[in-house]
C-alpha cells in the first residue's frame, strides 16, 4: 500500500483541479472551490480483507 494517496477528486466539489498544498503531508488544495483538505490514513479495519468467495470447485 503507498504512503502517498493522491485523491482525484475533490470531496467538496468534485473538481479534479487538485494540487498538493505546502500545509503539510496528504494535504491538497482544490483550484476550483478554493478549499484545502488533508487525507489521513487511520489504519487498518478491525475487521480485515474480506475474503473473495470464488466459486471453483472443493478439492
Ligand atoms: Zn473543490
Avoid at 32 to 43: D, I, S, T, V
Wanted: one cysteine or more; a negative charge.
Amino acid at each position: 500500500m503507498s504512503e502517498r494517496a493522491a485523491p482525484f477528486y475533490c470531496p467538496y466539489c468534485g473538481d479534479e483541479d487538485l494540487r498538493p498544498s505546502e500545509q503539510g503531508h496528504g494535504a491538497w488544495e482544490c483550484a476550483a472551490c478554493n478549499r484545502a483538505f488533508q487525507l489521513k490514513f487511520l489504519g487498518l479495519l478491525s475487521r480485515g480483507v474480506r475474503q473473495e468467495e470464488h466459486g471453483g470447485a472443493e478439492i
